[in-house]
């Protein structure tokens, strides 16, 4: 039985671009780079970077388009709702905080459950503490959460974008045209 390794090597770069598109939506998973280091990688691997010329341009672009879609969508949703500087700091508070594991939910549902829940309670208690009013806390809180997930939407298909412009244009060099 041959065992063919550059199919093999092929498949492995791909799982690492899906842990990449998982990344592009999930906070501290890496995302676009990751996406950018699998090609890079199977240009090394297929000994052959004019036939990752194409994606490794439209990665690069996805990585910098997340980047910007990453602090626009968090600004937008927190435009929107009426955040102030203050929910804005406590949302990224907040998110270092559940990451950590230094919120109470998180012995219920793990650093995830705690990423999520992060941003929206350090937002309001922010936008309360410069404001005092909870109701407009919890809009803006609201609001900054729901920016940033819609942000992390658009880097997931863009994500995709790219994976889908990697396998069609190399496609042909690991199983022929």
Do not use: C
């Not at 998110?95 to 109470?104: A, E, S, T």
């Not at 922010?126 to 909870?134: A, N, P, T």
């Amino acid at each position: 039985m041959h065992i063919n390794y550059l199919q093999i090597s092929y498949w492995l770069v791909v799982a690492v671009m899906i842990v990449g598109i998982i990344g592009a939506v999930v906070p501290a998973i890496p995302g676009a780079s990751l996406i950018l280091i699998a090609i890079v990688t199977w240009g090394f691997a297929s000994g052959s970077f004019v036939a990752i010329k194409i994606p490794l341009i439209v990665t690069i672009m996805v990585l910098v388009l997340s980047i910007g879609v990453d602090f626009l969508a968090g600004y937008l949703g927190a435009k929107k709702a009426g955040a102030s500087k203050w929910g804005q700091i406590g949302a990224v508070v907040g998110l270092v905080l559940g990451f950590l594991g230094l919120l109470p939910t998180l012995p219920l549902g793990g650093p995830l459950l705690g990423m999520l829940l992060g941003p929206l309670l350090g937002a309001i208690i922010g936008e309360f503490i410069y404001r005092k009013d909870l109701f407009l806390a919890v809009r803006a809180g609201i609001g900054i959460v729901v920016g940033t997930l819609v942000g992390n939407l658009i880097q997931g298909l863009l994500a995709i974008a790219a994976v889908i412009v990697f396998l069609a244009t190399t496609w042909s060099q690991v199983y022929g045209a």
